[in-house]
């Protein structure tokens, strides 16, 4: 029912996928076909034995010789190298029945299955993600002695110097054991061709299995003169590394890695790379269509041709806000971006919240994944309404398990004098850029909602320092000192208008104040310490851009909340829709207000109650279907699916 021109979401079709891998070529191209993208297969090095095998054949005597007291098995093709380098040498039968003798710790799945073919008993098997790190970390846990040790490292490619230095660091002799060496391809071309198709901005993805492949892409580049433009190319494609080694070599390279899977194999390597790289393709380009002065003109990767519909405008989001007959209702909702999509897991995880707000490219990612994933009829930039605050010195940090804490609130009128003053376009540069990839990346007929939190719920974390249940803090400060209190109202009423119209500048269509924490409050309290500072903030607002005004528990000051302003006004799921909007009004829309629980239920009731709500707004122009709050982490998205369509079809003019 949604008429969104959205780019497809079907994994990797449409996207050219160069992948350097070489022993695994075929399997790799195999997995991005499987997605729907084009493989190309550019082999960036070739394993080469190494000359003589003299310390494979050295290690091999020393170990039969009882000299070796622990072995660390790196690779399986590593651990049948060393087998084929020491045979007629020594005797096999000796040889695996030594190794048999002493410990072996095993990194990864393969070697694991090398060994248990061979018959050597795995004494530790390292768990993932597999890096010299989770080895030491392995080693400590199972309180395996090293102290005066020989323990031999089976390396292959290159050695390991963090490792070996991690075993000499507790005491251990270490043995080196290099059984084959990584060289350039015999045959180059395949790389520089794809070299040239990165710099010529002929590919949307690449996947890197190995550190050693980013060695060579780069010094084939350099070799041919075209290190810049690989660099430049590569700004604007998508990069998938497989796992923490492989990313810290690329960091050090210079290179941005967009992609991480959590497991460090192919398959999952790719199945990230297919739910994240279209939106993220879209988005490094729009990137740089901005730096050389495309503008936001381009939406979605399209520019409209000149005297086409604004597709925005007549947008159904857009005609609920301003009041006009919608072809159905229409449907996003809060928190959309969050922890119960897998998407926004695969990203949150590997960043901290607050990092992730300040990468606009990521943000902008999860803003646009979760619209097209869904399939709502509006976007939402992803961030918090506390970013607004960091910048005053106030010690924000976003804490495990207890949310957002203020490390140094404000408890008294000489507490404002050190708030520090914020520069919007300084501190929040990164959300206005994020606003303005976002916008890009977005189908043109899908509006981006910004938002900020309200002086009253800014202030409640300035003062209380965290979440509260009594608001006892805010309170005192309220009643006990109500200058400092409209002082510090009045500083937040202009940067939430400042903060706001400059999301509105970056290319947000509509705005949504959050009022989260108002409900704590009298009628007149409300009237007196928070109307003429949320109406001040208001009505700085750019003209003509649409305002929803959403507060939780606010049956009670309704009324209030509208005379603040806004065009929508956002209900909570305590209020039946129909009575509040009967009272209200008609002359502004509302939105809601489904309980964000009752999003566990079974399809079919998840269904009735959906239509009970529609029931109530009786198809009324206006009307924009939300939750009652943020939807919770742990909702099952295929729930949120059913909403989301049974909204559409169920209200079909």
């Known amino acids: 029912m949604n008429q969104i021109a959205a780019p497809s979401l079907a994994g990797l079709t449409g996207l050219t996928v160069v992948s350097f891998e070489s022993r695994l070529a075929v399997p790799m191209a195999d997995l991005i076909s499987r997605q729907g993208g084009a493989p190309v297969s550019a082999p960036a090095l070739r394993e080469i034995p190494c000359t003589g095998h003299a310390e494979a054949i050295g290690f091999a005597k020393v170990l039969l010789d009882g000299r070796i007291d622990m072995v660390v098995w790196l690779s399986g093709v590593g651990a049948r190298a060393l087998l084929a380098a020491v045979e007629g040498t020594v005797s096999r039968a000796e040889f695996l029945a030594a190794l048999s003798r002493i410990p072996s710790i095993v990194l990864g799945p393969k070697p694991q299955a090398v060994l248990r073919e061979l018959g050597i008993p795995i004494t530790l098997a390292v768990p993932e993600p597999n890096t010299w790190r989770e080895i030491l970390t392995a080693i400590d846990s199972a309180a395996i002695p090293l102290l005066g040790r020989r323990v031999a490292v089976q390396e292959y490619g290159r050695s390991n110097p963090e490792l070996v230095a991690g075993l000499e660091a507790r005491g251990a002799g270490v043995v080196r054991v290099p059984v084959y060496q990584w060289a350039l391809p015999e045959d180059c071309g395949p790389l520089r061709q794809a070299i040239k198709a990165i710099a010529g901005r002929q590919v949307d993805v690449v996947v890197f299995t190995t550190a050693v492949q980013a060695d060579h892409l780069l010094q084939v580049a350099a070799a041919d003169g075209l290190d810049e433009p690989l660099r430049a190319g590569l700004s604007e494609t998508v990069v998938v590394s497989i796992g923490p080694t492989c990313s810290k070599a690329l960091r ?384 099952p998205v295929d729930h949120l699916r059913v909403l989301i369509d049974h909204v559409h079809e169920a209200t079909a003019r």
């Open 252 to 635: 050090e390279h210079g290179l941005i890695v967009d992609l991480e899977p959590e497991h460090p194999k192919m398959g999952h390597l790719v199945q990230i790379a297919a739910r994240h790289a279209n939106a993220l393709r879209r988005i490094k380009r729009a990137r740089t269509v901005q730096a050389v002065g495309g503008g936001p003109a381009e939406a979605g990767g399209r520019r409209q041709e000149a005297g086409s519909p604004d597709l925005l405008r007549e947008s159904a989001f857009l005609k609920a806000c301003r009041l006009e007959p919608t072809p159905y209702t229409p449907i996003w909702i809060m928190r959309q971006a969050g922890r119960y999509l897998q998407e926004y897991r695969e990203i949150r995880g590997k960043l901290s919240f607050l990092e992730l707000c300040h990468r606009p490219d990521l943000a902008a990612e999860v803003t646009v994944t979760a619209a097209e994933r869904l399939g709502v009829d509006a976007a939402i930039i992803f961030g918090d309404i506390l970013l607004v605050v960091e910048p005053m010195g106030v010690g924000l940090e976003f804490t495990k398990g207890d949310g957002p804490v203020i490390h140094h609130p404000v408890r008294c009128g000489a507490d404002l004098k050190r708030l520090r003053p914020v520069d919007m376009q300084e501190s929040l540069s990164f959300l206005f850029e994020a606003v303005r990839l976002a916008r890009a990346a977005l189908p043109p007929n899908i509006p981006l909602i910004g938002f900020a939190g309200a002086p009253f719920t800014l202030a409640s974390y300035l003062i209380e320092g965290r979440g509260s249940r009594q608001y006892q803090q805010i309170k005192t400060l309220m009643y006990r000192d109500p200058a400092a209190w409209h002082a510090l109202m009045e500083r937040l009423s202009d940067i939430v208008s400042d903060y706001l119209n400059g999301q509105i500048a970056a290319g947000v269509q509509v705005v949504q104040l959050f009022d989260s924490w108002v409900g704590c409050l009298s009628p007149d309290d409300y009237r007196e310490f928070v109307l003429p500072h949320t109406k001040r903030a208001i009505a700085k607002l750019r003209p003509g851009v649409p305002v929803i005004h959403f507060g939780t528990d606010t049956t009670s000051l309704l009324p209030l909340i509208r005379e603040a302003g806004g065009n929508v006004i956002g209900l909570d799921w305590r209020v039946d829709l129909g009575e509040a909007w009967a009272g209200l009004g008609y002359e502004v829309g509302v939105q809601g207000n489904l309980d964000p629980v009752a999003l566990f239920a079974e399809p079919d009731k998840i269904r009735r109650q959906a239509d009970r709500i529609l029931e109530r707004a009786a198809k009324r122009p206006g009307h924009i279907f939300n939750l009652g709050h943020g939807i919770l982490p742990q909702t």
